[in-house]
Structures are given as structure tokens and as C-alpha cells.
């Protein structure tokens, strides 16, 4: 287990997993929304950890507001997160990794194909979130709507208290998005306790905006992004509103080098062709 400090305070908690390794390394962006951290992967059929570290050196991370990250009280924001991402390969002194995202990992591994093409050898995506046809913003913003009714019916004591109950906000939506660290340190709890209620529910409104921005149906990179971004991908649609299989279609049939497996990739009879299909990938786009 390590940790890198960013330039604003916040700490990232990273950890590595088969370290003395060859090949490429590969950076994991955990699915789980909010909760994008190292233990979500236990949660994910395709467990990288599990599945790569005998063959690559792989570096779990949970993103800042995450885990055992420590990110002050603000808004949620694509590019400081992209930015704590190279921090974590510098760190290592690791110049190139392939990336495998899960969930809302995809947006990040988009984000940081696109905007440090350099740093990624290639990506691999499972469940990628996004926007077609079959659902709407409206399907990722309802998940914080529990906190502000909370927050304006009972006030800020009740979404602290929900919060040390069960700091898993994508369980728990009554917590909010800074459920983990409420939880785990009493004084930031004490600090969320001089807001007013309209201040805290502000601040949720813009957390969930900076997550799930309108403007884009990859909400990290913008529409022209994909079709620009050369590195070779590997994408497993997901099939559900949140992961919509037209996003993981879009974004084969965009991007230059990507190639999509079957929906049903992760059925059982399926997924040890899988595992071997990502694991071969990770070996031909190696440095």
C-alpha cells in the first residue's frame, strides 16, 4: 500500500499487485461511480487483480473521494482525477501502462487516452457508462437525490449520521458522495457540520454535474474525443441503463483501434476466451 500527495492536499491510496512482473504495466480505474476504489473489483466478474498480476504488475488506485483517498469538501472534477491517475504512474516511475476501467473507470480510461495518449499503451474497458438512446442524465443524477431530501427534511446531522452507518454512497444514497470520509474522520464530519443545508445540497448539485456533465454521452471527454484517440482498445458493452450496450457499440465504431467483444463476454461458458482475448491484448500492445 502507498500514497502520493497532489499539489491541492488530497492523498491518493494506491496498491500493487505482482510488482517484480514484466510486460506493461496495468493501471485499474475501479467501477463503482463514487465509489471507484481498489475493493469494488472484488464486486466485478472480470477481477483484474485476480485474473493479471501473475503475468503484469497491476496498480489498483481509488480515485480521489474514494476509499483511503483524502480529498477536501468539493465538487467532483474529470481533470484533477486525470491528473492524480499520471501522478500514481510517476510515482512508480512507470512512463507507459495500459488502463482497464470498469463502470465509470471507463470514463477515466477515455480521459486519459485522450489527453495523455503518451502514458497509455492501451485501454480496456468493461461496462462502459454513457448515454444513448435508452436512458438520460436523469438515470445518473437520481442516485443523489436521496441525500438532499435527507439534508432538507432532517438536516445535516441526519446525512452525517446516515454516512456512519453505511459509507458506501452507490448502497447507501442517503450518505452522499462524501459519505467515506465523513465516515472514517470525525473532524471532517465536524466540518460538514458548519455548512448550512443549502450549501451542502449545492455542493452535492455540483459534485453530481461535475460526474455526469450534460454536453457529451462519454461525460469525460467530449463527442469529437473517441474518434481522435489512437490507442488500441478492448470493449465489453454493458447491457444495463447505466452501462447501455449502444455506448460500448459507439464507442468501437468511433474509436480508430477499438474492437468490441460480445455482450455475453463474461457469461460463464465465455469468460475464461475472455480472460485469455484481454490478456493477449495487453501482450500485443506491450512497449
Aim: include cysteine; aromatic fraction near 8%.
Amino acid at each position: 500500500m502507498a500514497e502520493v500527495m497532489r499539489p491541492d492536499g488530497t492523498t491518493i491510496h494506491y496498491e500493487v499487485f505482482g510488482e517484480n512482473n514484466g510486460g506493461t504495466p496495468l493501471l485499474l480505474f475501479a467501477p463503482g461511480g463514487v465509489n471507484s476504489q481498489i475493493g469494488f473489483w472484488r464486486r466485478s466478474i472480470i477481477n483484474p487483480i485476480e485474473a493479471f498480476s501473475d503475468e503484469f504488475t497491476v496498480i489498483g488506485m481509488d480515485q480521489r473521494h474514494c476509499g483511503k483517498s483524502k480529498t477536501a469538501l468539493e465538487p467532483f472534477n474529470y481533470e484533477k482525477a486525470m491528473l492524480d491517475q499520471i501522478a500514481v504512474l510517476n510515482d512508480l516511475d512507470i512512463p507507459r501502462a495500459h488502463v482497464m476501467g470498469g463502470c465509470i473507470g471507463c470514463a477515466y480510461a477515455l480521459r486519459i487516452a485522450d489527453q495523455a495518449p503518451a502514458r497509455v499503451a492501451g485501454v480496456i474497458m468493461q461496462d462502459p457508462v454513457g448515454l444513448d438512446e435508452t436512458n438520460s442524465p436523469e438515470t445518473f443524477y437520481e442516485m443523489f437525490n436521496p441525500t438532499i431530501r435527507l439534508c432538507r427534511a432532517e438536516g445535516l446531522e441526519a446525512v452525517i449520521e446516515s454516512a456512519q452507518r453505511d459509507p458506501i454512497f452507490m448502497q447507501n444514497n442517503e450518505a452522499g458522495p462524501f459519505a467515506q470520509r465523513i465516515h472514517d474522520e470525525p473532524l471532517f464530519a465536524d466540518a460538514l457540520r458548519t455548512l448550512r443545508r443549502e450549501t451542502y445540497i449545492a455542493l452535492v448539485v455540483e459534485f453530481r454535474d461535475g460526474m455526469w456533465p450534460m454536453g457529451s454521452p462519454y461525460f469525460a471527454v467530449n463527442e469529437v474525443a473517441v474518434g481522435r484517440t489512437y490507442s488500441p482498445m478492448l470493449v465489453i458493452p454493458g447491457a444495463d441503463p447505466f452501462h447501455p450496450t449502444g455506448i460500448g457499440h459507439r464507442i468501437c465504431n468511433e474509436a480508430p483501434n477499438a474492437r468490441c467483444l460480445p455482450v455475453d463476454a463474461r457469461a460463464p461458458e465465455k469468460l475464461p476466451d475472455t480472460l485469455d482475448a484481454i490478456r493477449q491484448f495487453m501482450r500485443d500492445h506491450g512497449q
